[in-house]
C-alpha cells in the first residue's frame, strides 16, 4: 500500500531581548547559574510579573515577516504543569487568543514553490534547566537563568509531505528569524528547538492517522533523521498489520533511532485561564504599521536582488542567503568588484570549506571582505595563480595579514614573463616526447599532463593560462 507522510512542527525561539519576558533579569546565555534570577522568574509567592514591551515587538516583528495577521487584542494565560525546573507549576504562555495567527511561509521543493500554512506565533516563557550529576551522584540541581526567558512558539499547519521538506522549512524560518534580528537561533545553545508530529496515512484517504512526537532536536540533520526514522516505522508496523500507538518519543543521536518517553493516548489538559496577574495585550495598528516599515530585506528578496544586481545563478544567490551573516560578507566583498561571480564562488567555496573544517562562524574567520576581494583581484590580475591563491587564503585565515603582505613574504607571485614561460614549455616539451605524440593522436588529456608538468617545474609560480596557449602552439 501507498502511504502519504502527514509532518507538522511547533517551534521555540528564544527571543534576544535585553531581560527576561516578565522581569529586568538579563537575559544571556552562559551567565555562572543562578545568578540572573529573581524571586518572579523564580516563582516566589506575592512576586508579580510585567510583560516586556519588546517581546510583543518582536513577536509581531516575526508574525509580519511570516505573512501572519497581528491580533489587536490578546492575552497571556496559566498553562498548569508540574515540572523540577518550572517553579511556579505553571507557565504564562498563550492559548485561545494568540498574538499571531493564519500565516504562510514559502519553501522550494524540486524546483516548485511550496506555501506552509503557519497556524498561530504566540509568546511564553521559557522554563529552567536541570543539571544532573553522573550515574554515580545521584543528584539533579536547578539552575533558574533560563527560567522566564521570552519564546515565540511558531506552530505550523500539517502541511509538509516528508522530512525533506520539514528540514527546508525551519531552515527558511530559521533564515528569517536572524534576518529580524530577532533571535540568535543557536540550537546547539537551545535558543531554536523543535518539535515534530508525523504520521502516515493510505494515499487518498482524508483522516489523518494516529502520530507520534518527536521531542527537542537540536539541529537539521538531526530533525531530517529522526522524521525518517519515524516515517520508516510507522510504515513497517502499518504493513505488518500492526497499530501505531500515540505517544511522545525522542531522538537518540547516537544511535539514529527514536526512542519512547511516554504513551500520549488523550490531549493533554493543562487547565489554562487568563492570567490573573497581567492585563489583555491590546495593539493599535499605527503601532504594528511602524514596525512593519522598519522590517529588514528578508532571504526571498535579498536572493532575487543579489542575482538582478550581481549576475549570479539563482542556486548562488540561494546558498549566500542562507544566513544575514554570509549575505552581508559576500556583498560587501562583492559590490564594487568587477567579477562578482568570482566571489560567489570563493565565499562558497574556501570561506564555507574552512569554517566547517575549524567549526567556526563567520565572525572568528579574521579575514575581513574587502581582503578577500583584494585577493581575488590578485587572482583576476594574473599576480597569483588560483593555486597559489587558495595558500593565500589559509595563512590568511592564520594572521590576519592582507593578501599582498603575503604574496610577497611566500614567494608566490605568479610569473607572467612570456619569454621565462616559452623557455619552460619547450624543456617539458622535449622533456616529454611519448606525451605530445599522444597529444598529436588526438588523446587531448595529454596536455593537461604537460600543463601539469610545467607548473610543477615552476613550482606553481607560472601562469597556467599562458602555459596552455603556448603549448597548443607550439604542438599544433
Not at 515565540?152 to 528569524?177: F, N, T, W
Not at 504520521?199 to 529522526?226: C, D, H, W, Y
Not at 619569454?419 to 619547450?426: G, M, T
Request: net charge negative.
Amino acid at each position: 500500500m501507498n502511504y502519504e507522510t502527514i509532518i507538522g512542527l511547533e517551534v521555540h525561539a528564544e527571543l534576544s531581548t535585553k531581560t527576561k519576558a516578565f522581569c529586568s533579569c538579563k537575559n544571556e546565555f552562559g551567565g555562572e547559574v543562578n545568578t540572573n534570577c529573581c524571586p518572579i522568574c523564580m516563582g516566589y509567592p506575592g512576586a508579580l510579573p510585567v510583560l516586556n514591551k519588546k517581546v510583543v515587538e518582536y513577536a509581531v516583528r516575526a508574525g509580519l515577516a511570516l505573512n501572519c495577521h497581528i491580533s489587536l487584542f490578546s492575552k497571556t494565560d496559566r498553562k498548569n504543569y508540574f515540572y523540577p525546573d518550572l517553579p511556579k507549576a505553571y507557565q504564562i504562555s498563550q492559548f485561545d487568543l494568540p498574538l499571531c495567527r493564519d500565516g504562510r511561509i514559502k519553501i522550494e521543493i524540486d524546483g516548485q514553490d511550496k506555501h506552509i500554512g503557519i497556524t498561530r506565533i504566540h509568546i511564553e516563557e521559557d522554563a529552567g534547566k536541570l543539571l544532573h550529576g553522573t550515574e554515580s551522584e545521584d543528584y539533579s540541581l536547578v539552575d533558574f537563568n533560563r527560567s522566564g526567558v521570552p519564546l515565540i512558539e511558531i506552530v505550523s499547519e500539517p502541511d509538509l509531505r516528508s522530512p525533506l521538506e520539514a528540514r527546508l522549512y525551519l531552515e527558511k524560518l530559521k533564515g528569517i528569524l536572524e534576518y529580524l534580528e530577532i533571535s540568535d537561533c543557536k540550537m546547539q545553545e537551545g535558543s531554536l528547538r523543535c518539535d515534530a508530529n508525523i504520521s502516515i496515512r493510505p494515499v487518498g484517504q482524508k483522516s489523518f492517522g494516529i502520530k507520534t512526537e518527536i521531542k527537542n532536536m537540536n539541529s537539521m540533520k538531526a530533525l531530517q533523521r529522526a522524521l525518517e526514522y519515524e516515517e520508516e516505522r510507522h510504515r513497517r508496523i502499518l504493513s505488518q498489520g500492526g497499530t501505531i500507538i500515540q505517544e511522545t518519543r525522542r531522538w537518540d543521536e547516537a544511535k539514529g533511532i527514536t526512542v519512547s518517553m511516554r504513551t500520549k493516548e488523550q490531549a493533554d489538559d493543562y487547565r489554562n485561564f487568563p492570567e490573573p496577574d497581567l492585563v489583555p495585550i491590546v495593539l493599535d495598528k499605527e503601532w504594528i504599521e511602524s514596525i512593519r516599515k522598519d522590517l529588514p530585506e528578508l532571504p526571498d528578496d535579498k536572493r532575487k536582488r543579489f542575482v538582478k544586481e550581481f549576475g549570479i545563478p539563482e542556486y548562488d544567490a540561494s546558498i549566500l542567503t542562507l544566513t544575514k551573516e554570509l549575505s552581508n560578507f559576500f556583498e560587501e566583498c562583492a559590490k564594487g568588484h568587477k567579477n562578482p561571480k568570482a566571489v560567489s564562488n570563493w565565499v562558497m567555496g574556501e570561506v564555507l570549506r574552512i569554517m566547517k573544517e575549524e567549526d567556526i562562524e563567520l565572525k572568528d574567520l579574521n579575514i575581513k571582505p574587502q581582503s578577500l576581494g583584494r585577493l581575488i583581484d590578485l587572482v583576476d590580475e594574473g599576480v597569483l595563480s588560483s593555486t597559489g591563491a587558495k595558500q593565500v587564503f589559509e595563512e590568511m585565515y592564520k594572521t590576519g595579514e592582507e593578501p599582498e603582505v603575503l604574496v610577497d613574504r611566500l614567494g608566490l607571485k605568479q610569473i607572467s614573463d612570456e619569454d621565462a614561460i616559452a623557455e619552460l614549455v619547450k624543456k617539458v616539451v622535449d622533456e616529454n616526447q611519448k606525451t605530445v605524440e599522444d597529444y598529436k593522436r588526438g588523446k587531448t588529456n595529454a596536455l593537461g599532463y604537460l600543463v601539469g608538468q610545467c607548473m610543477k617545474a615552476s613550482k606553481g609560480k607560472a601562469n597556467p593560462q599562458l602555459i596552455n596557449k603556448m603549448l597548443r602552439d607550439l604542438l599544433s
